[in-house]
């Protein structure tokens, strides 16, 4: 991807593609997260670093079952030239921010995520439950420590 913001529409519209390849419902609420989750990081890494970005989506193989779609962990990967580490930026009580949550976003919804230098550069990765239960991401938040 190039380093431009409309890069991040593509993206999303590439995974959306790649979901139902793999038979997964693009409305299902799991499909929404990893759209979420990776419109968040190809964002982080065209508009915070200004360089090209690789966006790769890591599908585990269907178990054979009746149920269709994947299962196991997805993963998602996104390598940007900085090496400069993520770090999630509290946005605090501005309701109206337009940024800052990315990070905080990729926390909630992923199983768990990380980062690892990459040649010049680094690999941003996360790993989404596909047999999770869509739960509220919010339910249980300290809703006083995110307004500080």
């Given at each position: ?6 890069e991040v ?15 997964v419902d ?6 929404e ?9 190809v964002t982080n890494a065209?508009v915070h670093?200004?360089?090209?970005a ?8 269907a178990?054979?079952s009746a ?20 770090a ?14 990315g ?8 199983e ?7 040649g010049s ?5 996360c790993?989404?439950?596909t047999q999770a ?6 339910a249980g938040a ?7």
């Amino acid at each position: 991807m190039q380093a431009d913001p409309s890069e991040v529409g593509r993206a999303r519209r590439w995974v959306r593609s790649r979901l139902l390849n793999h038979g997964v419902d693009p409305d299902a609420p799991m499909a929404e997260t990893v759209v979420l989750v990776v419109s968040e990081l190809v964002t982080n890494a065209v508009v915070h670093t200004g360089c090209p970005a690789v966006l790769r989506l890591c599908l585990p193989v269907a178990d054979g079952s009746a149920q269709a779609g994947p299962c196991g962990l997805l993963r998602v990967e996104v390598a940007d030239a900085s090496r400069t580490a993520p770090a999630p930026r509290h946005a605090g009580a501005d309701e109206d921010a337009t940024n800052g949550r990315g990070l905080e976003l990729v926390e909630l919804l992923c199983e768990r995520w990380g980062w690892y230098p990459d040649g010049s550069g680094k690999r941003v990765w996360c790993e989404i439950d596909t047999q999770a239960r869509p739960v509220d991401p919010m339910a249980g938040a300290d809703w006083a420590a995110l307004a500080q």
